[in-house]
């Protein structure tokens, strides 16, 4: 049981920020996924020893009631004999009486002992009950915080493919533009080319 109260004290002590930090471990979410399991673990190991500490307690009482109701029926009974004069029905009542109070002092002893334990055992339980929902509180928080860094990182991808698709499209749309751009010049050059051969054509028949 002292093992026991070691392991769970120094699970109880242990630091989980330092535990995240360990390089073999990738994931912080498993991390604690793990550490709450274990936990898990030693709560119902201190369960099952308060249900079988309160087992012994109930039988330990029953005893120590039994002891107790004895040590006064012999002590009454001595009372009688030493009455009646009945000295070796006297002698026996009181020999007995005395082995039973003995009984009930050592049972005595014995219950306060497991009470103790019970109450040490509630409390160990109570103390790891408290550190598992700070645990469950924890990783809550470290959910949120990995929800938003997927979220953000998402986004940044989408961001960033947005806006490459919008730059290609902008540099699509700048080459058909350059390309319309060179053919009404090249329309409008021979055009007038056109109107400058005519109206050669009408000077040289004028001057002649």
């Known amino acids: 049981m002292a093992n026991l109260f070691v392991r769970i004290k120094n699970a109880i002590a242990t630091?989980?920020?330092?535990?995240?930090?360990?390089?073999?471990?990738?994931?912080?979410?498993?991390?604690?996924?793990?550490?709450?399991r274990e936990s898990e673990k030693e709560m119902e190991k201190i369960r099952k020893m308060m249900e079988r500490q309160r087992k012994l307690q109930d039988q330990f009482v029953f005893e120590y009631e039994q002891a107790v109701a004895m040590r006064d029926k012999r002590e009454k009974q001595a009372e009688v004999a030493k009455k009646a004069e009945e000295l070796s029905l006297y002698e026996f009542a009181i020999?007995?009486?005395?082995?039973?109070?003995?009984?009930?002092?050592?049972?005595?002893?014995?219950?306060?002992?497991?009470e103790q334990s019970i109450e040490q055992l509630e409390n160990k339980y109570r103390e790891l009950k408290h550190k598992m929902k700070l645990l469950q509180f924890k990783r809550l928080e470290l959910m949120g915080k990995e929800n938003?860094?997927?979220?953000?990182?998402?986004?940044?991808?989408?961001?960033?493919?947005n806006e490459q698709h919008?730059?290609?499209?902008?540099?699509?749309?700048?080459?058909?533009m350059d390309r319309l751009e060179?053919?009404?010049?090249?329309?409008?050059?021979?055009?007038?080319?056109?109107?400058?051969?005519?109206?050669?054509e009408k000077d040289l028949k004028t001057q002649e």
């Open 15 to 36: 630091d989980i920020h330092e535990m995240l930090d360990q390089k073999e471990e990738k994931n912080p979410i498993a991390t604690f996924n793990q550490y709450i």
């Open 148 to 161: 938003t860094i997927r979220m953000t990182r998402k986004m940044n991808e989408l961001i960033n493919e």
């Open 95 to 114: 020999k007995e009486k005395n082995e039973y109070a003995e009984q009930a002092t050592r049972l005595k002893s014995a219950l306060t002992r497991i």
């Open 182 to 200: 060179a053919s009404i010049n090249h329309d409008y050059e021979a055009l007038t080319f056109d109107e400058k051969i005519e109206k050669l």
């Open 166 to 176: 919008s730059n290609r499209k902008i540099r699509e749309i700048e080459r058909y």
